[in-house]
């Protein structure tokens, strides 16, 4: 089945505590990102990447990293958590843009106290 | 950058009313996608439909392009409908980045 999976769904952190999200995708795409969903604001892009070594900020890349390794892996890094990244994070792929569709991993929820 | 505006915010139904979503943007598009946010938050894939019309069971979708607009149906509806639906786009300058809309509140009661 065509999926893109992160892990973990549910996370509690703490401030400080550098933590890692993990995205997977089993499509063969070259476009993955990354979006973080906060009532008020909607959903915002915060890291993309074009392909294999290739990443790029996105609206909102303030306080997180990332790397693309591997094809299929897009995981994102927050080194220093703070409690304004409290959020529900996205990962999701695509084929080469523009004229391809996203699909989305299952979210995950990420409170940092 | 492109800007993205639903309509209505909010909207309650009775189980099998039918009911139409909105979607207009403000430039043109390469990529227009609508999707179901659960209420455990998942994003669903609904349809991708830059232009045209498709249909899946009781949903179905317009987009006209040329008028900046696309509309999502929902036939019938059941409690299971219940939930966000975002219209996303990508255009201009903004390569593979969905730009959202600020999401319809659909609530079926049964």
């Known amino acids: 089945e065509a999926q893109v999976t992160q892990n973990p769904r549910y996370l509690i952190t703490v401030t400080g505590k550098k933590l890692t999200v993990t995205c997977s995708q089993n499509m063969n795409h070259e476009y993955m990102s990354w979006y973080r969903q906060d009532p008020g604001l909607g959903l915002r892009q915060i890291y993309y990447s074009m392909n294999v070594e290739v990443t790029d900020k996105g609206d909102v890349p303030e306080g997180y990293k990332v790397s693309r390794k591997e094809k299929r892996n897009f995981p994102l890094i927050l080194e220093s958590p703070s409690p304004n990244q409290t959020s529900l994070y996205f990962c999701?792929?695509?084929?080469?843009?523009?004229?391809?569709?996203?699909?989305f991993g299952q979210g995950t929820r990420l409170t940092v106290v | 950058g492109i800007q993205v505006e639903q309509s209505p915010p909010d909207l309650i139904l009775q189980e099998g009313a039918n009911s139409t979503l909105r979607c207009n943007f403000s430039?043109?598009?390469?990529?227009l996608q609508w999707f179901h946010q659960n209420p455990w938050g998942q994003l669903i894939n609904l349809f991708y439909i830059p232009s045209g019309t498709k249909q899946n069971g009781r949903l179905s979708a317009t987009t006209v392009a040329t008028e900046r607009y696309s509309l999502l149906y929902i036939s019938s509806s059941q409690t299971t409908d219940s939930g966000v639906y975002f219209c996303?786009?990508?255009?201009?300058?903004?390569?593979?980045?969905?730009?959202f809309g600020q999401g319809t509140i659909l609530t079926v009661h049964p």
């Open positions: 999701a792929s695509s084929a080469v843009p523009p004229h391809t569709e996203a699909f």
């Open positions: 430039d043109s598009v390469n990529n």
């Open positions: 996303a786009v990508t255009g201009g300058t903004s390569y593979g980045k969905l730009t």
